[in-house]
């Protein structure tokens, strides 16, 4: 609890003590706000709060029990009620709460170099590394058509990346490939937004802009530019209209329509 003839930042001192005293690492949890230690005092409270009702009731079935707010860890981040109290617990007892997907896999399974597979194993070596993750517990969905080196390649990547755990059976997460960011896509070619939208990296590029691993994949034809500079001036205007006729309402998304390819296939 805040003790009130502390200062907030003797306070401060006094909650990250508690929790090493607990043997507990708060970072792994906490957001912390140093600039605004009043909001940091106050969560730490609530948090090591829960603690202690953790341990005094022993199991997430008696806490949720309990009268009071004692149903979802107060940890960060909050991703569902399940993964909340799973990540508690492993912290309570000091165990990971993130990992690799590639940690999560089947020990003998070897992620190769997807520039050392030859052409005619690719297919095979891809299912393999799909069936890996999908046994780890999390799921692919890149857009069709993607070659089967750029595909191998963006998954490799990304199951090298730490991921917060969730709880066994509740689902892991799921890779879409998607940042967003289509100049910087590997998918750009295969996708109906990134073909259908107009970046800054496209006018200075004279036409659409595709990293460099796709050189050997497809090319940005001399029309592109000139194609999706067309396309985002009517849902510029769409959209324009679309919000004036409905400023008065919470609709906020409009539909996308489909379009022609704007690449080639080398």
Known sequence: MLNPELGSYQQNL???????????NLAEVFVFT???????????????TFVKKYQQYGSQELMELEKGDYCFPPISPGISPE?????FELWLQGEPIRKTIREQMPRMFKVKNPAEIPEAELEAELEKLLDAVEQAGYGISLNEGIPARLVYKAVAE??????ELSSPGSGGWFFDGCSGFCPDCMQR???DTGLNCCWSEDEEAGKMFLIDELKDYVSASPQSLAILQEIQAEKDAYMAKFMEENK???ITGVGDDDEDWRVKRN
């Open 34 to 48: 140093p600039m605004d230690l009043d909001l940091e005092n106050r969560r730490l409270a609530n948090l090591l």
């Open 248 to 250: 008065n309402s919470n």
């Open 83 to 87: 993964s909340d109290w799973y990540r």
């Open 189 to 191: 070619p295969w996708c």
């Open 14 to 24: 006094h909650f990250k003590q508690a929790f090493k005293d607990l043997g507990l």
């Open 158 to 163: 990304w199951i090298g990346e730490e991921f």
